[in-house]
């Protein structure tokens, strides 16, 4: 190390540096004196101890230093014999080395040793520096005892560094007090921010931000000799240490620390290495000391002794409940460790812990070190720490102890359990890996133990917005459980697999396993919720949804989370805003005690359609906004997320931001994207777009492909989206009043038997408003048309009218049946109904009366 280098380590040391000119100048006049420099690992004592010695050179005095080395601390005699090299001629070393190797009497030996350094003191004063003495041999030891009781003598200086008080590494037993030699003790406290400031700026060579040096001075514990090599990595790149670069500040901190601690934990007493294993087991948990005793298998005087060894070096922090110094050390420490070792002590520690009832936290930190032990509470308590985890907000380490709990042996619902747990966290980060453990909850656990596990899996995987992947594994999972399980355990499961089979589409991608036909009067609240959101899509029987659907919300049962979002859905169609409300509200609460993010997310997406009508545009953007804080958008599946770029497109433009609107609309969309009915609300939204801009030509694109998707899904409600009434505005704006009206119609003649015209003019009424905010120049409004003869199509339950379609698409009965997946004669008696309900005498006349009016819905 160079003089200037050395210089900028001695910044804000001024007090001790006075202090050993003091020493130096009382030595050259003829005193003599025993000094110590103390301080942790990294406080600078090297870098004073050399500048001492050089000052004392300089004054005129002989001078023997030596560095003491963990290397040579088995050694005999190893340090003082480094100081007589440099004093001594090589004959007379080597006349003293051969007295001490024939032995005798140590006392004599160190007498005969203290007479040869104080023969050197006879003709000029003589300095002796021993750094790191805490490393020095024993035997080198009690020949600075001795030293110490006959500096009187002749003028001779001692100077000894070490981590702790001089006379504390001396040992009672080698110092004699009377007549001994004071040891004067200079501690080196931590550097302030300014003085650390001077240092970084000295070493760096450019100005450091005050607050640089403070972060600095944090990670370095205001050591400078850790803060030095922070410095001098920045000073050996060229690179400013500026506010940007403090990422790479915390590395360079790391990795001075990390040199640090090995050099240090290589020197240290097997107990106080023993104590330091312990303290840093699971990150540097806290254990009662009653504990750490037992694991190092120390006595109460060993252990008090090791820990002084260990606060004096700095490498712990806190005798009454001692730590580790720094956030690096316990990997440094047990990285050192060899594997089984660790893992031993990592288990023993583990156990002692859960039988004294530490905190699961920390037991798990330990058990993570581990490989599976076998132990049945290991799985529950690294499961109880992970949710300790999440609500610190750690969810990295919530995580990390959900799979390692995983490697534990289990019973098949635990495990079931704890993976839907883990997809739970997992969604957030890692969604494909969070998709990927539900699916195997699904298809790999068909036993009536684990149903709640394998019903939760599949809400959470559905809520995620992937409608297609679920509704295959549902349906596989539904037939899987065939002959195993009456129909009505499994009822949820099929509610699920419904739900899921509504967003995909009618087209599966790739083969799917048929799901039994709707309950037409269902006991379960889950298939209640499902039928009653079925009946909303389809816009028939609005007592009966809006019934249904009020009662799965209220049931006493563990409704899945998508079922009561179907519900509350149900109830926004039948203009129950209210009710949704509470409905979707209650799911937001559920899912967060749940941690289901993916639940809360969708919950939350779709209150902000209700509020929208409700409570405005502003607590629309504000559920949306909080929707992506529950769940990243880079984690909702392209499906749902097409739906959330809707509704944000809608809610901006409602709140009169053009500019977000359209940032909205030009975010990109992940493949798949439009293969759920998030396509069709997106392309709805993208409609209202171009009409606010000024292009209802290219609005009629998008309104007319909604229309295609919703039709497709036999979703005819106006409540799910007004596309019709609002494609007919754009009809108006292009000078096609007849096409308006036609619309117009249809939408009146559906609206006829559902009963919720009202709240369709309201929404109407908010986009004419919303246009004329902008400045769109309406044309003038139609006549009023005659109200049309209501539909007696309305009056179709939702099995008559997949029947009807199927039939007019000229299918015969044996293929509706394979279609439906029901029996032949039950599609001969739905077909009598809806002849009835038609009145009609067969499918000739269904065709050339009704066939119209069906393309059309």
């Avoid at 080395?69 to 070393?93: D, T």
């Avoid at 589409?505 to 209640?528: F, K, S």
């Avoid at 609107?661 to 777009?689: F, N, S």
């Amino acid at each position: 190390m160079s003089p200037a280098s050395r210089d900028t380590q001695l910044v804000g040391r001024d007090t001790v540096l006075t202090r050993l000119d003091e020493v130096i100048e009382t030595l050259t006049a003829g005193e003599s004196g025993v000094l110590g420099l103390t301080g942790p690992l990294g406080a600078g004592r090297s870098a004073l101890i050399t500048r001492a010695v050089a000052r004392a050179r300089a004054a005129g005095s002989a001078v023997g230093h030596v560095r003491c080395s963990p290397v040579e601390s088995q050694l005999p005699y190893a340090a003082m014999s480094h100081l007589f090299i440099a004093l001594r001629p090589p004959p007379r070393v080597v006349e003293l080395a051969a007295i001490c190797l024939r032995g005798g009497s140590t006392e004599a030996l160190i007498a005969l040793l203290c007479d040869e350094f104080l023969a050197l003191a006879a003709d000029r004063p003589l300095t002796l520096a021993v750094d790191d003495v805490q490393w020095a041999d024993v035997w080198s030891l009690h020949w600075f005892a001795a030293m110490t009781r006959r500096v009187q003598d002749a003028p001779v200086l001692l100077i000894g560094a070490s981590h702790g008080p001089l006379s504390g590494h001396l040992g009672e037993d080698c110092i004699v007090n009377t007549g001994c030699a004071a040891v004067h003790e200079l501690p080196l406290p931590p550097l302030t921010p300014q003085d650390s400031q001077r240092l970084l700026t000295a070493v760096v060579g450019r100005e450091v931000d005050a607050s640089v040096a403070a972060t600095a001075t944090d990670l370095t514990m205001g050591r400078p000799a850790v803060l030095h090599a922070v410095a001098e990595h920045f000073a050996a790149r060229d690179l400013p240490l500026t506010p940007e670069r403090v990422g790479e500040l915390t590395l360079a901190a790391r990795s001075a620390w990390s040199e640090r601690n090995a050099r240090a934990v290589r020197g240290l007493p097997a107990d106080a290495l023993a104590l330091l294993r312990v303290l840093c087991l699971g990150g540097g948990a806290t254990f009662e000391y009653e504990i750490v005793g037992s694991l190092t298998g120390l006595g109460t005087t060993s252990l008090e002794r090791a820990l002084d060894i260990l606060l004096a070096a700095g490498l712990v922090t806190g005798p009454d409940a001692p730590r580790p110094a720094c956030s690096s050390l316990p990997e440094d420490v047990l990285a050192g460790m060899d594997a089984v070792e660790r893992n031993t002590l990592c288990l023993r520690a583990a156990e002692l812990g859960w039988k004294v009832g530490a905190d699961a936290d920390t037991v798990a930190g330990l058990l993570g070190a581990a490989p599976a032990t076998g132990l049945p509470w290991a799985p529950e308590v690294l499961a109880e720490a992970s949710m300790y985890r999440l609500r610190q907000g750690r969810p990295d380490s919530a995580v990390a102890a959900l799979r390692r709990a995983l490697r534990e042996p289990m019973p098949d619902a635990d495990r079931a359990r704890l993976l839907n747990r883990l997809a739970s966290v997992e969604v957030a980060t890692a969604p494909q890996a969070s998709d990927g453990r539900l699916c195997q909850v699904l298809v790999r656990y068909p036993h009536r133990e684990v149903l709640p596990s394998v019903v939760e899996a599949a809400d959470l995987l559905l809520s995620r917005g992937d409608a297609a992947t679920a509704h295959r594994t549902i349906a596989d999972a539904y037939r899987a459980w065939n002959g195993s399980m009456a129909e009505e355990t499994r009822s949820p499961l099929l509610a699920l697999g419904r739900l899921a089979q509504e967003e995909s589409g009618p087209e599966p991608r790739g083969p799917v396993a048929p799901l039994p036909p709707p309950i037409e009067r269902p006991a379960d609240p889950a298939q209640a919720a499902v039928l009653a959101w079925q009946l909303a899509t389809r816009a028939v029987e609005p007592d009966r949804a809006r019934k249904l659907a009020r009662a799965a919300l209220t049931a006493y049962t563990d409704l899945p989370l998508m079922c009561r979002i179907a519900a509350s859905s149900a109830l926004r169609c039948t203009d129950d805003q209210e009710a949704a409300l509470a409905g979707l509200d209650a799911v937001v609460v559920e899912a967060r005690r749940r941690n289901a993010r993916a639940s809360a997310a969708q919950a939350l997406l779709h209150r902000a359609r209700v509020a929208l009508g409700v409570h405005g545009a502003e607590v629309a953007r504000q559920d949306l906004a909080a929707a992506a804080r529950e769940l990243p958008l880079s984690s909702w599946h392209p499906m749902l997320l097409a739906r959330f770029v809707a509704g944000e497109i809608v809610t901006e433009l409602r709140c009169g931001r053009l500019d977000d609107a359209q940032r909205a609309a030009a975010r990109p969309l992940a493949a798949g994207a439009d293969q759920g009915i998030g396509w069709g609300l997106l392309c709805y939204a993208k409609g209202e777009l171009c009409l606010v801009t000024g292009d209802p030509e290219r609005a009629l694109v998008y309104l007319d492909e909604c229309g295609r998707l919703l039709r497709a899904r036999r979703w005819r409600n106006p409540m799910l989206v007004h596309w019709r009434s609002t494609a007919a505005l754009a009809h108006r704006m292009l000078g096609a009043p007849e096409s308006a009206a036609r619309l117009l119609a249809e939408e009146r003649a559906l609206l006829h038997g559902w009963g919720t015209g009202g709240a369709l003019e309201r929404a109407h009424a908010r986009l004419t408003d919303m246009l004329s905010a902008f400045g769109v120049e309406l044309p003038a409004a139609p006549e009023t048309m005659e109200e049309p003869e209501p539909l007696p199509l309305a009056e179709l339950a939702p099995p008559e009218w997949d029947v009807l379609q199927l039939a007019l698409s000229g299918l015969a009965n044996r293929e509706i049946a394979d279609e439906l997946g029901v029996a032949t004669r039950t599609v001969e008696l739905r077909l009598t109904k809806v002849y009835r309900k038609l009145g009609v005498r067969g499918r000739t006349e269904l065709a050339a009366r009704f066939a119209p009016a069906v393309r059309k819905v």
